[in-house]
């Protein structure tokens, strides 16, 4: 008997379309749809072709990780030993010539059959009589991934070729289910990967005084926080709105000798100015409309432990000369009160703006400033801050799965270019965008379309958010070279920075000379920032203060 591709089987036996085979098809149908597993689906097929069709030792071999060769991955009726035996490169035998040609192929007699080796099971282990050996290639599109393969018996009423008709059906049935598993298999692994570096991620966050981050700039914010969180020196945090400056005053206080004692904080610009004094140093009885009862404000309530403010910049001058007796005498006097009350209470203030320059319009006091800058620490932007947008939009994706009761993914190439966009709303833009991400992913997965469409969106906020990202760019850094301080005319500081490219105010008489440096660069600003010792962004902030963005 000889080796029959499908296109020499020329047999006239009439394909049987009888009960037997469409039981075999719904319940294979039936398998895939109930079956947890691609094994118990495909072993249960296999085994309906042995029970029901005499089609036995199924096997579906694919191509193995580790060598490529073909092996045995699903079978019924075969030993663990033969399983094993079952290996093929795509030029050996029968099954690898169907894996390479993605031909099916008919042996009539294995035992006249010089291509057949009789490795995966022996020939004494077969019954008496001519074994037939059928095998289909299991195709996805035009690629074959696999070979679907059975023996039986050459002289039965059931034609050969409705047993190859039988055969494809199931093919296909296993190739879905193979597909689906390999797609199961994929998302898993990319969840599995994640979780992993989320799990290492919040590991580090331990060390890190729960700061989910590994870039050197947030290590060196951090160092710097605990090297003074045991001294009474008084803090300014520095940075853009959104880069975690509540947390960072927390981490203060907690290693603090003060970390049994309250922690209370306030954003001096949520509150309206006439209701922040009350709520920073409370009120008597009497005091105004409404004082029914004497209420002690944030700094009392504070006393003993750390108060944060928030944006310190905002307070109006009478405020802040309040403050500035508080850091001095450690007393407060109620509104309405006429009497010192003693607190101790150790205070971190934090703003986006540049308190230097606000000292130079005349709205923030020197004194004040002087008070308050003892030990300022510069809070990075996320876009400065190398490797964390991958770490912190993992996590943001794994809150806003619980949060919302999904399930979703992040597609490829979404982390990439979550990692090159600048994020000028920082840490809280980001978390804004994977939580809106996941509302309007439909699939599950998160694609970098969905990301691109949200920033978009947010286009025109981050234009406004340029301009105060570059004035707090300038603002000296405690990890830079240190700056001395000079007073330029009675109330006006400036500093004068080790740093190739000083802080300057922008000045009207600048407008010439920006536009010379554009015509000498051709127009292009990044060349002539560098060739007026600015950065791009001091630059771009001048044009803007000056109105000439529209500049050539």
Not at 29 to 52: D, F, K, N
Not at 442 to 452: A, H, Q, T
Not at 501 to 528: C, F, I, M, S
Request: proline share 4%.
């Amino acid at each position: 008997m000889d080796t029959q591709p499908i296109s020499s089987v020329t047999t006239n036996a009439p394909i049987d379309t009888g009960a037997a085979d469409l039981t075999v098809v719904q319940e294979a149908a039936r398998l895939i749809g109930q079956s947890a597993t691609p094994g118990v689906a495909i072993t249960g097929t296999l085994r309906l072709m042995s029970q029901m069709l005499g089609l036995n030792r199924g096997r579906v071999l694919l191509p193995s990780d580790e060598d490529g060769l073909l092996a045995i991955r699903y079978s019924y009726g075969l030993t663990d030993q033969e399983r094993k035996r079952g290996l093929y490169s795509f030029e050996e035998g029968v099954t690898g010539k169907v894996m390479k040609t993605g031909q099916q192929a008919v042996v009539q007699d294995v035992d006249q059959e010089p291509g057949f080796l009789f490795r995966t099971v022996d020939r004494a282990t077969l019954p008496e009589g001519i074994v037939s050996y059928l095998a289909v290639p299991i195709m996805e599109g035009n690629l074959t991934v696999g070979v679907l393969a059975a023996h039986r018996l050459r002289m039965r009423p059931r034609a050969i070729n409705a047993d190859l008709v039988i055969l494809r059906i199931l093919a296909t049935f296993i190739a879905q289910i193979i597909k689906i598993n390999t797609l199961i298999e994929e998302r898993t692994s990319h969840l599995r990967e994640e979780n992993q570096e989320l799990k290492v991620a919040l590991e580090q966050q331990q060390n890190n005084h729960g700061i989910l981050g590994e870039s050197a700039a947030v290590k060196d914010a951090l160092l710097q926080i605990t090297r003074v969180a045991d001294t009474p020196v008084t803090v300014l945090l520095t940075g853009e709105s959104g880069t975690g400056k509540e947390r960072f005053s927390q981490i203060l206080h907690l290693n603090s000798k003060r970390c049994d004692q309250p922690f209370l904080a306030i954003n001096c610009a949520a509150i309206p100015e006439q209701l922040l004094e009350s709520e920073l140093f409370g009120h008597e009885k009497g005091a105004f409309t409404g004082a029914t009862a004497t209420k002690p404000g944030k700094i009392e309530l504070a006393n003993g432990g750390t108060l944060f403010l928030d944006e310190i910049g905002d307070l109006n001058m009478e405020l802040q000369s309040k403050l500035l007796r508080v850091l001095e005498g450690q007393v407060i006097q109620r509104v309405g009160g006429t009497r010192d009350v003693p607190v101790d209470v150790r205070i971190v203030t934090a703003t986006h703006k540049n308190l230097q320059e606000a000292v130079n319009q005349g709205t923030f006091r020197l004194d004040l400033f002087y008070r308050l800058n003892v030990f300022p620490v510069h809070l990075p932007p996320l876009r400065e801050r190398d490797g964390d947008v991958r770490i912190l939009a993992r996590h943001f994706l794994l809150s806003a799965n619980r949060e919302y009761g999904r399930y979703t993914l992040f597609g490829r190439g979404v982390l990439e270019r979550m990692e090159s966009y600048n994020w000028p709303g920082n840490i809280r833009q980001l978390e804004n965008v994977i939580k809106r991400a996941v509302l309007i992913a439909l699939d599950g997965n998160i694609s970098v379309s969905d990301i691109e469409s949200i920033l978009r969106q947010e286009s025109v906020i981050n234009k406004h958010l340029e301009a105060g990202q570059a004035a707090v760019s300038n603002y000296p850094r405690a990890a830079e070279p240190a700056a001395t301080t000079r007073i330029t005319e009675p109330g006006l500081v400036a500093p004068v920075a080790a740093s190739s490219r000083p802080y300057r105010w922008v000045r009207e008489d600048e407008e010439e000379q920006l536009l010379n440096a554009l015509q000498q660069t051709g127009g292009n600003k990044t060349r002539a920032a560098a060739l007026l010792g600015m950065s791009a962004r001091q630059f771009r902030y001048r044009l803007d203060k000056l109105e000439l963005t529209n500049a050539p």
